[in-house]
């Protein structure tokens, strides 16, 4: 039987059944996570598009999802500047092609701010698309894979969607000093903890903790949402909140565990507070992720630095680097140029950046005798390597111990896209 609070309401896992998650929310969700099989394979999609009894869900959905983004394909002669044409071309290049936000933008030739309105829309006619083909509208509009979605403007939802934008535009450009933003969201919280007899405790502050690109009151308002969210859930329990930055990432992270009693006072992974954080989150390419562990729930907040990522590129053509550097220009990404590959290896010891990219027809010591000495010395060892060359040899730059290779000549998008693929594999160890 379900415990009852002092009110005599029943509290637990019997108290309420959650709401399902909105269907648009799940694709948003699942688009993000479509090459992760152990995400995709949790999507609430799975059940509603019927592929729990598939032998392998996960693949399943991918297929699923991948086909439905062909399926909007517009026909040939439509307008290039069509709104179907965009809502195509976005979910293709930047979910199933895997493309970077920066690219598709570059592609498009609007801003990274344009483009998430772009990407709310494009998802959301995915989303019809999807429901109507599976029989899950809500609603009798019969216009086709891209049905108008006024409909969806107005309301409450449509309020709560204006007011996302509204915050976008007025504060997209700010950013936070993060320590002092967390040391105002649990002095805020204390009250509420105090009610809930439980034990709110800051946890350490780093030694060096970089601004995010996220204005200091939406900051707040994320990591409000987190740490209420865990306090209601975890009555007479400990929470605590703590920071870490990684790659180009700071990380909110808030554990909380129950009390004695180990009640559980209302259903934790689709709280309100946890979707909204998440939507605040998604308007800065922020990420929430709610998890359970034993009784206790972990959720944290990750969101993108000001501090960018350090890359070094050994190219001795001045030009090529030019190149390069102007490729990653107004991203994250800070590339430093070096032109003597004899005094490489001492360059890249020193300055332990994330990522390496190498040439190989080189004066004075070729790129695979280097590759070889940054792979076998202690200090760089462990840093991925990039081999960037005119020879067609990529199973010959892998198999020495290059974590990527392109061909020259590249593209910008060619090259940025491997940069980002690499600097993220990195992020994931």
Request: proline share 7%; charged share 20%; hydrophobic share 45%.
């Amino acid at each position: 039987m379900a415990r009852r609070t002092d009110g005599g309401h029943p509290i637990g896992r019997m108290a309420d059944i959650p709401p399902p998650v909105p269907f648009e929310v799940a694709l948003r969700r699942a688009l993000a996570d479509l090459f992760d099989p152990v995400a995709l394979r949790k999507s609430p999609l799975v059940e509603r598009l019927g592929l729990a009894e598939h032998p392998n869900p996960a693949s399943a959905l991918r297929t699923e999802i991948v086909a439905a983004i062909e399926a909007l394909r517009p026909a040939q002669g439509a307008p290039a500047g069509a709104a179907a044409q965009r809502y195509y071309q976005i979910l293709s290049q930047r979910y199933a092609q895997q493309y970077t936000q920066q690219d598709v933008a570059n592609q498009l030739g609007i801003s990274p701010r344009h483009l998430r309105r772009e990407q709310v829309a494009a998802i959301r006619a995915l989303a019809e698309y999807l429901e109507h083909r599976h029989g899950l509208a809500a609603h009798d509009d019969a216009a086709g894979p891209l049905p108008e979605s006024a409909a969806r403007s107005s309301g409450p939802g449509g309020d709560v969607e204006r007011e996302m934008l509204w915050l976008e535009d007025s504060q997209g450009d700010q950013k936070a000093e993060v320590w002092p933003v967390l040391e105002d969201a649990v002095h805020l919280a204390q009250a509420l903890a105090r009610q809930h007899r439980v034990t709110l405790v800051l946890g350490d502050r780093p030694a060096s903790l970089p601004e995010v690109s996220v204005a200091p009151t939406i900051l707040k308002q994320i990591v409000l949402n987190l740490l209420t969210t865990a306090i209601q859930a975890m009555p007479q329990g400990e929470t605590v909140l703590e920071v870490a930055s990684r790659h180009g990432q700071v990380t909110v992270c808030v554990r909380a565990r129950p009390g004695a009693a180990g009640a559980c006072g209302r259903p934790l992974l689709d709280d309100a507070g946890i979707t909204m954080a998440r939507r605040l989150a998604e308007l800065f390419d922020g990420k929430v992720v709610a998890s359970t562990k034993g009784e206790g729930l972990i959720v944290s907040a990750s969101l993108p630095s000001v501090e960018q990522v350090l890359v070094v590129a050994i190219e001795d053509n001045a030009d090529t680097l030019q190149l390069w550097q102007r490729y990653v220009q107004d991203s994250h990404i800070s590339l430093v140029p070096v032109r003597e590959p004899v005094t490489a290896l001492q360059a890249v010891a020193k300055l332990q950046p994330q990522l390496v990219v190498l040439d190989v027809m080189m004066p004075g010591i070729d790129g695979w005798d280097l590759l070889a000495q940054i792979r076998h010395h202690p200090e760089t060892s462990d840093i991925p390597v990039i081999v960037c060359t005119v020879l067609p040899q990529r199973e010959l730059a892998l198999s020495l111990g290059a974590s990527g290779f392109i061909r020259k000549p590249t593209t910008r998008q060619e090259f940025r896209s491997q940069l980002e693929r690499q600097l993220a594999a990195v992020e994931r160890r």
